[in-house]
């Protein structure tokens, strides 16, 4: 056995010697295959982390009708409170909202602010925050539905959650994964 294993390295190193073109590329083409596919599935595996720990602060904004009724309030309130779905629920009456507006405006627009005709452009709203975060394309469905069904209730005129760039950043993850599980399989 022993004789066996010392043939085999006296095979490799001739191999080496006459052919170390050869040698190196295949080892350079090994090499760098396998860095890419670990690059890309390291990439992709931070880039879910980030999706997930970004989703724990994903806010649900139902913007309500401008003649929305305190009782329509209060229902929706108890409706908000009450479901185990979320974690808080903010009511952001519209004078706090054009507060808000002028207190973040007011090194860009000061003379704007300072306008007397200056109306108040902002409904009133609810800041609602999920108790489940997103982590997964699963759960982008879940939020999508969740703020559908929000827009059917009565008195809420618009729902935004972000959207477009959670349902792009989500399937631009799910895709860079999937990928490189095909080449880390090939």
């Not at 490799?12 to 596919?37: D, E, P, Y």
């Not at 989500?170 to 860079?176: A, D, H, Q």
């Given at each position: 056995?022993?004789?066996?294993?010392?043939?085999?390295?006296?095979?490799?190193?001739?191999?080496?010697?006459?052919?170390?073109?050869?040698?190196?590329?295949?080892?350079?083409?090994?090499?760098?295959?396998?860095?890419?596919?670990?690059?890309?599935?390291?990439?992709?595996?931070?880039?879910?982390?980030?999706?997930?720990?970004?989703?724990?602060?994903?806010?649900?904004?139902?913007?309500?009708?401008?003649?929305?009724?305190?009782?329509?309030?209060?229902?929706l309130k108890t409706h908000f409170k009450t479901s185990k779905e979320f974690r808080e629920v903010?009511?952001?009456?519209?004078?706090?909202?054009?507060?808000?507006?002028?207190?973040?405006?007011?090194?860009?627009?000061?003379?704007?602010?300072?306008?007397?005709?200056?109306?108040?452009?902002?409904?009133?709203?609810?800041?609602?925050?999920?108790?489940?975060?997103?982590?997964?394309?699963?759960?982008?469905?879940?939020?999508?539905?969740?703020?559908?069904?929000?827009?059917?209730?009565?008195?809420?005129?618009?729902?935004?959650?972000?959207?477009?760039?959670?349902?792009?950043?989500?399937?631009?993850?799910?895709?860079?994964?999937?990928?490189s599980g095909v080449m880390a399989l090939v």
């Open positions: 056995m022993a004789s066996s294993i010392k043939d085999d390295l006296k095979s490799f190193c001739r191999s080496w010697v006459h052919h170390t073109g050869m040698q190196l590329a295949t080892l350079t083409v090994l090499a760098s295959t396998f860095t890419v596919v670990v690059f890309v599935l390291s990439l992709s595996l931070n880039l879910r982390r980030i999706l997930a720990s970004w989703g724990d602060g994903v806010q649900i904004t139902a913007y309500l009708h401008d003649d929305v009724s305190n009782e329509t309030i209060q229902k903010i009511y952001i009456p519209r004078e706090k909202a054009t507060e808000n507006f002028r207190a973040q405006m007011a090194n860009y627009a000061p003379d704007l602010l300072a306008d007397a005709d200056f109306a108040n452009p902002f409904p009133a709203s609810f800041r609602i925050v999920l108790n489940k975060g997103i982590a997964t394309d699963k759960d982008v469905t879940v939020l999508e539905e969740t703020a559908a069904n929000i827009k059917k209730l009565d008195g809420v005129e618009d729902v935004s959650y972000g959207q477009s760039w959670i349902h792009n950043y989500s399937s631009f993850v799910s895709t860079l994964y999937a990928s």
